[in-house]
């Protein structure tokens, strides 16, 4: 007898030896025990995972001599029939090669008259989708309102392609990829009633290499037995299957992580001098990194299909990474993975994405950068402390940044401010009143129920820190009577402008009514009766881009300035 191709040798002949489809085969076992015969089914999913194979069990069961049954007996004529395709009544039509509206309309036609031997005229209907519109058209009354003798089942690889006319006159069934440790037991099965030597992890090799479909697998399987004489080793199923050096894998990953842009051209270089494919290998490191990670978020080291050595190696990769930088590489290959796919010089793109990678242990993260952290130098940062001129009296305020809890040191408080008549000189400045606020950070408001002014920035402080550290950046603060009188500093353009915003005032308001009570007001003054200068000009697009740190946020985020507002902090 001829040899046989195991992938037909171990096509399943019934709802039981089908595998990974429990769903599937629970809902048909069901219809067929009920008798809930319906009038046309669909069945979606990728190659190699059923579809045809479950069609023809379905329709051994519908037409079996013991039937309909949960499973067909596979000893009957019917069932013999089917099997072979010799059978009459059950008609598997490849779609691809029939999409013409006239010989779908000839097979509507012959589908009018009953079965000549069977209990039902079954029409397997394989790659639906490549019907045209206008044979899907001829095809949809008979489908609607069939004779009670027949039934539909398509096929198809693409479920999204078939009309929803035809979608809703079916019962669908979606295949779902078989899970890999299914495949493998399945694999090792065929392996051991086959007689043919293999490791479980070339078999879980193999198994991943199918990508969910067993045909493939089973295919793949064959092939590697083939070239064994029987037996498979590790070293070759990973050479046939286009299996890369998983030590080329680690070394990538590591120079990655430690930013090593030169060892990772010579190892990006050296994919096309071994003969790899750049597009694979790149795929290939996808899926490493993903491993890596789920190493780093503490996962079992027993679901990777990787050898034991290679596992406690990339444990250990992946560790001194960290998850989050994991995540970060993984997120920005998997961007880059159409441009690689679809590139016309693949080495080159590989290179250039790899090398991109290892430029991200160089950047600053944006909550440092929001904190007021240090930038890189290779990202434009400004010069080592100690060089060019002291920095202002008022920098040190604005370089602290906001505690993002409140402290409980006591405020700096000042003498009462009492009412008055004129505007002060210079030479007179206007006395402070003992419950008034002088300037502080924010860092310095606490809650104090006996001290109406740091109540009500510490109620201000809860809404919004930045509006709180400006009004403690005024001269002083007092609460009389209900109202808050803010004595700005002589100069100072940028408060009221910032209370001026819708939210700075609400925030403010909100918080004078917690304290105050309802009908509170707020007004500015000026500290002392200096000539207030002209406000600062509003800085240009050309001046922001030179900004350092704006540049360091531009390479993270790759945008562009479209408009520059000065902040209130900044005024």
């Known amino acids: 007898m001829t040899y046989q191709a195991l992938a037909r040798k171990w096509r399943p002949q019934d709802f039981a030896s089908l595998i990974g489809q429990e769903p599937v085969v629970t809902a048909l076992r069901?219809?067929?025990v009920e008798g809930r015969i319906a009038q046309a089914?669909?069945?979606a999913g990728i190659r190699g995972v059923g579809k045809t194979t479950a069609a023809r069990v379905l329709a051994k069961a519908l037409n079996c001599?013991?039937?309909?049954?949960?499973?067909?007996?596979?000893?009957?004529?019917?069932c013999r029939e089917i099997t072979i395709g010799a059978d009459l009544d059950v008609l598997e039509v490849d779609a691809a090669t029939y999409s013409k509206v006239e010989q779908v309309r000839d097979l509507t036609e012959s589908l009018r008259y009953g079965p000549a031997r069977d209990r039902y005229k079954v029409v397997v209907l394989d790659e639906v989708h490549r019907l045209s519109r206008q044979a899907f058209d001829a095809l949809l009354k008979i489908v609607e309102?069939?004779?009670?003798?027949l039934v539909f089942i398509f096929a198809t690889t693409e479920a999204e392609a078939v009309p929803a006319t035809i979608?809703?006159?079916c019962q669908e069934f979606r295949f779902r990829r078989v899970p890999v440790e299914t495949l493998a037991a399945h694999l090792e099965a065929v392996c051991r009633a086959e007689g043919i030597a293999a490791s479980p992890s070339a078999v879980r090799l193999v198994a991943r290499a199918g990508e969910g479909s067993v045909r493939d697998a089973v295919a793949l399987l064959d092939q590697l037995a083939t070239y064994g004489a029987g037996s498979i080793a590790d070293d070759d199923a990973a050479r046939l299957l286009g299996g890369f050096d998983f030590d080329l894998f680690h070394r990538l990953l590591a120079a990655i992580v430690a930013g090593d842009g030169a060892a990772v051209a010579a190892h990006a270089r050296s994919v096309e001098q071994e003969g790899w494919d750049p597009r694979q290998l790149f795929g290939r490191f996808l899926g490493y990194c993903r491993d890596a990670l789920h190493l780093a978020l503490g996962g079992t080291t027993a679901r990777l299909d990787l050898p034991p050595d290679e596992t406690a190696r990339l444990q250990t990769v992946a560790q001194g990474a960290g998850y989050e930088n994991l995540l970060r590489?993984?997120?920005q290959l998997l961007a880059i993975e159409p441009l690689v796919r679809r590139s016309e010089v693949p080495g080159l793109a590989l290179e250039v994405a790899l090398l991109r990678a290892a430029e991200l242990p160089k950047l600053t993260r944006v909550e440092e950068l929001l904190r007021g952290g240090a930038i890189p130098a290779a990202s434009g940062g400004a010069p080592a402390s100690g060089s060019g001129a002291a920095p202002s009296a008022r920098e040190p305020a604005r370089s602290a940044a906001p505690a993002p809890s409140l402290p409980t040191s006591s405020p700096r408080v000042a003498a009462p401010v009492p009412p008055r008549a004129a505007a002060p000189t210079p030479a007179a400045p206007a006395p402070v009143a003992a419950a008034a606020v002088a300037a502080a950070p924010i860092a310095v408001v606490p809650e104090d129920s006996n001290n109406p002014t740091a109540a009500v920035l510490h109620a201000v402080a809860r809404r919004r820190q930045v509006l709180a550290a400006h009004l403690a950046?005024?001269?002083a603060l007092h609460v009389e009577a209900g109202e808050l009188q803010i004595f700005r500093q002589p100069g100072d353009l940028g408060l009221a402008a910032a209370l001026q915003r819708p939210g700075n005032r609400a925030a403010l308001e909100e918080a004078l009514a917690e304290v105050c009570g309802p009908g509170a007001r707020w007004r500015i003054l000026d500290g002392a009766g200096d000539a207030l200068p002209a406000p600062p000009a509003t800085p240009d697009v050309e001046s922001a881009a030179?900004?350092?740190?704006?540049?360091?946020?531009?390479?993270?985020?790759?945008g562009t300035i479209a408009a520059v507002e000065r902040t209130a902090t900044e005024e």
């Open 65 to 78: 001599e013991r039937g309909p049954a949960a499973d067909p007996c596979n000893e009957c004529l019917a």
């Open 30 to 32: 069901n219809a067929l």
């Open 329 to 331: 590489l993984l997120h």
């Open 167 to 169: 979608l809703s006159r």
């Open 145 to 149: 309102e069939p004779p009670p003798h």
């Open 41 to 43: 089914y669909l069945f």
């Open 473 to 475: 950046e005024a001269q």
């Open 546 to 558: 030179a900004d350092p740190k704006v540049q360091a946020m531009l390479d993270i985020f790759g």
